[in-house]
């Protein structure tokens, strides 16, 4: 099991920038995958940004030079830095993690993040 709590999300400008954070219950070393997923309304959810245990990074092109995921395995917490944001930005943004292929994903319970002016 894996408890995920997200923060940092709200309101912010078009250009502006926030960091959010994603806290796990257990230590996150060599944890297969870590992630961030979105959802606007009316949209499915998908995939912004993973890193996985190596450090190898994937991003959506969307976010491409403008997000960056990192991981601090001392607190136990993933980051996404969001940059250049834009109105599309807007949404609800989920830490997800899969412990080992193949195996189960856990969610955190979402924060949001509003871009307008």
């Known amino acids: 099991q894996v408890q995920l709590v997200e923060s940092g999300g709200g309101l912010v400008q078009p250009g502006g920038s926030l960091r959010l954070s994603c806290a796990a219950s257990r230590s996150i070393f060599n944890i297969y995958v870590m992630g961030w997923y979105r959802q606007a309304p009316g949209k499915q959810r998908e995939l912004v940004a993973a890193?996985?245990?190596?450090?190898?990074?994937n991003y959506a092109d969307f976010v491409k030079g403008r997000f960056a995921i990192s991981t601090d395995n001392a607190k136990n917490t993933v980051y996404l830095q969001m940059n250049s944001l834009k109105p599309e930005d807007t949404a609800v943004y989920y830490c997800?993690?899969?412990?080992?292929?193949?195996?189960?994903?856990?969610w955190g319970q979402g924060t949001q993040v509003t871009v307008s002016s």
């Open positions: 890193i996985s245990s190596g450090g190898s990074t």
């Open positions: 997800n993690v899969q412990p080992i292929p193949g195996g189960r994903n856990y």
